[in-house]
């Protein structure tokens, strides 16, 4: 079942605009992940934020959790065309051994 | 570093036909997952081994699909007999630590199975 949804499913920006995408799930979770995925890389880890942080960066990268409302922002400042691809927030299944992927945000930023 | 590797890169069959998809995940990582991804949708978890053991095969479909690791490094997905429905890419991962879905997961390329 899905436990992540992103919002919006598509966004299309200029290159230097940011780009916010967000990410809702369902049940109590201890940590969130975001993953990238675009044709030249395949799907690759972006970060990771723990049920105990609101906030982490990493690089253009910004992410936050809300646990209270069971959401996460990941923000890219300064978006660069090599930044389109499809991204994706996972968490942890029931079970605790596997991630649960959403069904995706496509950013395409163009020149 | 070698990430994880897959074959084939592409694979087209006719329904009612057999194919198998094999992995080599990253040297020393205890955990490898298989994942089959529909065109415009997340992955989906389809069998998770803890070296040569399976921890999760919830979502496999076990009357067509069957997965193995016998030596805990590489593994191999095979379909038998394939659907329609099994057009999609099957992409396979692997990570460190097996658990708590706390360790990042390294990802092949994947495999695009296309049922004709």
């Known amino acids: 079942s899905q436990q992540g949804e992103e919002d919006p499913q598509a966004l299309s920006i200029q290159e230097g605009e940011n780009a916010t995408m967000n990410c809702s799930y369902k049940?109590?979770?201890?940590?969130l992940q975001w993953y990238r995925q675009n044709s030249g890389r395949g799907l690759v880890h972006l970060i990771l934020?723990?049920?105990?942080?609101r906030e982490k960066h990493s690089g253009r990268l910004r992410v936050t959790l809300d646990t209270s409302k069971k959401s996460s922002s990941l923000l890219i400042t300064a978006s660069r065309a090599a930044d389109t691809a499809s991204y994706f927030c996972?968490?942890?299944?029931?079970?605790?051994?596997?991630?649960?992927f959403g069904k995706g945000t496509t950013l395409s930023v163009s020149s | 570093e070698a990430g994880v590797a897959q074959s084939p890169r592409y694979k087209i069959i006719e329904k009612r036909q057999s194919v198998a998809f094999w992995c080599n995940p990253i040297?020393?990582?205890?955990?490898l997952y298989w994942y089959q991804q529909i065109l415009g949708q997340g992955p989906k978890l389809l069998i998770q081994?803890?070296?040569?053991?399976?921890?999760?095969d919830s979502q496999l479909p076990k009357d067509r699909f069957s997965a193995e690791r016998l030596k805990g490094v590489d593994s191999t997905l095979k379909i038998q007999p394939a659907k329609l429905e099994d057009s999609a890419v099957y992409l396979c991962?692997?990570?460190?630590?097996?658990?708590?879905?706390?360790?990042?997961?390294?990802f092949g390329p994947g495999t695009r199975l296309l049922v004709l």
């Open positions: 991962a692997s990570s460190s630590i097996g658990g708590r879905g706390t360790e990042t997961q390294y």
């Open positions: 049940t109590s979770i201890n940590n």
């Open positions: 934020i723990r049920s105990n942080e």
């Open positions: 996972a968490t942890p299944s029931r079970a605790g051994t596997a991630l649960i």
């Open positions: 040297s020393g990582h205890a955990t």
């Open positions: 081994f803890q070296n040569n053991g399976v921890v999760d």
